[in-house]
């Protein structure tokens, strides 16, 4: 089983349109968990860290779920710009970003 | 301000050439520094946790002698591919870990490097 696994998509969906993408991952002593986004042919970013109680940053709500391992992020009012891979990122050794484990990414295409 | 840059951008050899990457972090220290590499449609695979003034230490498979590490300063890892050959083009790319305290908020966040694109011919 692989360590961070994701759904590759693609997602294609319309303007305003709200997507939830899934993550699970399986080591159950992971100790902190990110959503990243990455365009292509670039670097990866940072969108958010993701937190047991759940967590919401403007259109984006993240939520994890360590007893199933399961994380999710949810974007709302899709954008145009909102097209790209985004990363589901653990960390299983502890501390903040330390040693990050990244998923495949599922590729998301908001079309007009 | 947490700006990381990778020189170069791309770069093409032939095999068997060594190819330089340098990683700088510009407006903070950096004691460590991670260095990734991402083949096409794959996910980013730790090679190497670059430490500042000590040897870096190379995940599971990753060839030490084939890609050597240097971090000289709290701002630059260098990442040399000896000996290169076709199977090295990729993507590479850094990261840089915040050590000063001082930076709130961001004390131990990690940042991208723009990736250097590496073909060898």
């Known amino acids: 089983r692989k360590e961070v696994e994701q759904d590759p998509g693609p997602f294609n969906v319309p303007e305003g349109a709200t997507v939830a993408f899934n993550c699970t991952y399986s080591?159950?002593?992971?100790?902190?968990f990110f959503w990243y986004r990455q365009d292509c042919r670039k670097e990866p970013k940072l969108l958010m860290s993701?937190?047991?109680s759940g967590n919401e940053d403007g259109r984006f709500t993240a939520q994890l779920n360590r007893a199933s391992q399961y994380i999710s992020l949810l974007i709302r009012d899709s954008k145009l710009s909102d097209s790209a891979t985004y990363l589901c990122?653990?960390?299983?050794?502890?501390?903040?970003?330390?040693?990050?484990?990244f998923g495949k990414g599922t590729k998301l295409s908001v079309k007009p | 301000g947490a700006v990381v840059s990778q020189h170069p951008s791309r770069v093409i050899c032939k095999s068997g050439t060594s190819v330089k990457i340098e990683c700088r972090s510009l407006?903070?220290?950096?004691?460590?520094m991670f260095w990734y590499r991402q083949f096409p449609k794959q996910s980013l695979m730790l090679m190497a946790t670059?430490?500042?003034?000590?040897?870096?230490?190379?995940e599971q498979g990753v060839e030490k002698d084939k890609f050597l590490i240097n971090h000289a300063s709290l701002t630059l890892s260098t990442l040399t591919v000896t000996s290169a050959h076709p199977e090295d083009s990729s993507f590479y790319i850094c990261?840089?870990?915040?050590?000063?305290?001082?930076?709130?908020?961001?004390?131990?966040?990690?940042?991208f490097g723009p990736g250097t694109r590496l073909l060898v011919l």
């Open positions: 990261s840089a870990r915040v050590a000063d305290t001082n930076i709130q908020g961001k004390w131990k966040t990690q940042y």
């Open positions: 080591n159950s002593a992971s100790q902190s």
């Open positions: 993701v937190y047991s």
């Open positions: 990122v653990v960390n299983v050794y502890g501390g903040s970003q330390g040693n990050l484990i």
């Open positions: 407006d903070f220290q950096a004691t460590t």
């Open positions: 670059s430490n500042e003034g000590s040897k870096a230490t190379y």
